[in-house]
């Protein structure tokens, strides 16, 4: 069965566009879900949630500096799920957090209290592939779209097995390393696209290291759109306010829309 995100991300593709999902830290600030909002209005897809945690392996200075401020003010994952459950967002959302959050809370219930919440995905980093069948499980049955990463270095023969348990989209790697954002978009962002489109009609997004709305119409052009973090963060972080984040986001909106 197809989820809402699968569903709003297969909606812009099938009228010809691509796709954004923009990346928001979680509990960053009283007005978080205030740029959640906003940035739905600003033209995003799906939205992104990071569940702050201590130790972000994916994650670069920015989102580690948001999420340490995040947890510093006293944020944690039910204060998250419970502002969400009372949100009224208007696109879907998905969480990204990492495995140890999941373990503890238990799969079964961490995957019913997203749902509860309103919450249709979940991405997980640092569960590869041959760990994830537990929590995917719980999540097919409570309802939530597992989405799955796919890193550069994933020879040609395990993609296939990462885009079957996908669910939502695939999420392709755009480099080696940890998020930020970067001078010009690695090649290995528009490689990866390229050979998840391959083996794959589910909707191909590309993260990491796409930090501008030109590297997001260049990735794009093989991808079906992109997942956008640390830019829409950074602006957070400079206390820009929803109206600036939104801005952000609508620039990134207006560049895919032109391409």
Same mark, same amino acid.
């Given at each position: 069965?197809?989820?809402?995100?699968?569903?709003?991300?297969?909606?812009?593709?099938?009228?010809?566009?691509?796709?954004?999902?923009?990346?928001i830290t979680?509990?960053?600030?009283?007005?978080?879900?205030?740029?959640?909002?906003?940035?739905?209005?600003?033209?995003?897809?799906?939205?992104?949630?990071?569940?702050?945690?201590?130790?972000?392996?994916?994650?670069?200075?920015?989102?580690?500096?948001?999420?340490d401020r995040?947890?510093?003010?006293?944020?944690?994952?039910?204060?998250?799920?419970?502002?969400?459950?009372?949100?009224?967002?208007?696109?879907?959302?998905?969480?990204?957090?990492?495995?140890?959050?999941?373990?503890?809370?238990?799969?079964?219930?961490?995957?019913?209290?997203?749902?509860?919440?309103?919450?249709?995905?979940?991405?997980? =980093?640092?569960?590869?592939?041959?760990? /994830? !069948? &537990?929590?995917?499980? %719980?999540? +097919? *049955? $409570?309802?939530?779209?597992?989405?799955?990463?796919?890193?550069?270095?994933?020879?040609?023969?395990?993609?296939?097995?990462?885009?079957?348990?996908?669910?939502?989209?695939?999420?392709?790697?755009?480099?080696?390393?940890?998020?930020?954002?970067?001078?010009?978009?690695?090649?290995?962002?528009?490689?990866?696209?390229?050979?998840?489109?391959?083996?794959?009609?589910?909707?191909?997004?590309?993260?990491?290291?796409?930090?501008?709305?030109?590297?997001?119409?260049?990735?794009?052009?093989?991808?079906?759109?992109?997942?956008?973090?640390?830019?829409?963060?950074?602006?957070?972080?400079d206390h820009?306010? =929803?109206?600036?984040?939104?801005?952000? /986001? !609508? &620039?990134?909106?207006? %560049?895919? +829309? *032109? $391409?």
């Amino acid at each position: 069965m197809t989820g809402a995100v699968e569903t709003a991300l297969r909606a812009r593709i099938d009228a010809g566009g691509k796709c954004l999902v923009p990346y928001i830290t979680g509990g960053l600030g009283d007005d978080w879900l205030d740029t959640v909002r906003a940035v739905a209005a600003a033209g995003a897809d799906v939205i992104e949630i990071g569940m702050p945690f201590s130790d972000p392996v994916m994650d670069g200075p920015t989102i580690q500096e948001a999420n340490d401020r995040a947890l510093e003010a006293g944020v944690t994952p039910q204060t998250i799920l419970d502002d969400l459950r009372h949100a009224d967002i208007g696109v879907p959302t998905a969480v990204m957090t990492y495995g140890n959050i999941a373990y503890h809370m238990g799969f079964e219930r961490f995957a019913n209290s997203l749902a509860a919440a309103g919450v249709s995905g979940c991405i997980l =980093p640092d569960v590869p592939l041959e760990e /994830v !069948g &537990e929590w995917a499980s %719980a999540a +097919d *049955e $409570a309802g939530v779209e597992t989405v799955m990463l796919a890193a550069p270095t994933a020879p040609d023969e395990r993609l296939p097995l990462i885009v079957e348990r996908a669910r939502g989209f695939v999420y392709g790697v755009g480099l080696l390393g940890i998020t930020g954002v970067r001078s010009a978009l690695a090649a290995s962002a528009v490689e990866i696209a390229g050979r998840l489109k391959g083996v794959t009609d589910k909707p191909v997004l590309v993260g990491v290291g796409v930090g501008t709305p030109e590297q997001a119409v260049e990735v794009s052009q093989v991808s079906d759109g992109v997942v956008v973090g640390s830019a829409v963060v950074q602006r957070m972080l400079d206390h820009a306010g =929803p109206e600036g984040v939104a801005a952000l /986001v !609508g &620039e990134f909106r207006a %560049a895919l +829309d *032109e $391409a």
